[in-house]
C-alpha cells in the first residue's frame, strides 16, 4: 500500500527539518557559531561569562533556550519513528523472505538499540548532563553504522520490490559513507583545537543527512508493505517450532 510510504518519509523529513530549524534557531540567537565560518572568531572556550558561541554540532545547537525544547521534541519524534520503522521493516522481511529472519532480527536490535540512545540523547541536555547525553549518541552513532550495514546487505539479498538494481548500490554508497564520517567524527571530536573541532560538526551534519537519506530510500519498500504483514510478528513460523521444541 502506497500510503505506508509516508513512514520512512516522515522519518526522514521529522528529523531533517527539526534538527536544521534547531540549527537556525541556535544560529540566530548566537547560541553557536555559522557552520560556514571556520575561524576561530569568538567560540566559547573555558571561560562561557563572556559572549561567545559554541561549536556548531547539532547537540550544542539544542543546549539553550528556546531551541532546546525543538531539539528534545524532534529527537523523541524521530526515534519514535526510527523504532517503529525498525519494526516494520523486519515484518517485512518476515514476509516476504522469512529465510534471512535471523539477519533481519539481528538488525532489529542494532535499530532498536540506536533509537534509545536517540532517545536518550535528546532528552538529556549536554549541558546538564553531558556524560548521559554523549554515551546515548556513541551509541546511536555505532549502532547505525551496523544497522546500516545489515540493512544494505539485505537489500542484496532479498527482493522486495525489483528496484533493488539501483537501490543496493545507492545503498552501499551511503552505508560507506555512513560508517567513513562516524570514524572522521570520532577523531576530530576528541580533539582540542577548534578547527578540528569545527571539522567535528560538519561531520556530523554529514552523517546526519546521510542517514535521513538512507532512510527516505526505504520509500520505495513501503509501497509494497501491508498491515496484514505485521501478524507475522506474533506468529510462530512452522519451519521455527522444531527449533523451539528443541
Known sequence: MVLWSLLPISLSLVSLIGTWVTYGLAYSYDHVCSLNNWAPGNHCRDNTSIACCQVPTISSSGTSLPESSLFTATFNAGSILFMVFCIFHHAHILERNSVHSMLSRIALVFGGVA????????????????????????????????????????????????????????????????????????????????????????????????????????????????????????????????????
Open 115 to 246: 533509537a534509545v540512545g536517540a532517545f536518550v540523547a535528546g532528552n538529556c541536555n549536554p549541558e546538564y548532563l553531558k556524560l548521559a547525553h554523549y554515551l546515548g549518541a556513541a551509541v546511536s552513532f555505532l549502532c547505525i553504522c551496523f544497522y546500516s550495514l545489515l540493512l544494505t546487505v539485505l537489500t542484496r539479498k532479498c527482493v522486495l520490490t525489483q528496484m533493488e538494481w539501483f537501490l543496493y548500490p545507492a545503498r552501499v554508497t551511503s552505508t560507506v559513507v555512513q560508517i567513513i564520517v562516524t570514524i572522521g567524527y570520532t577523531i576530530l571530536f576528541v580533539q582540542e583545537e577548534y578547527l578540528y573541532k569545527h571539522s567535528a560538526a560538519v561531520f556530523e551534519w554529514i552523517m546526519s543527512v546521510n542517514l535521513e537519506l538512507f532512510e527516505l530510500s526505504f520509500a520505495v519498500e513501503f509501497c509494497f508493505f501491508s498491515s496484514s504483514m505485521l501478524s507475522t510478528l506474533l506468529v510462530k513460523r512452522d519451519e521455527e517450532k522444531p527449533i523451539l521444541l528443541a
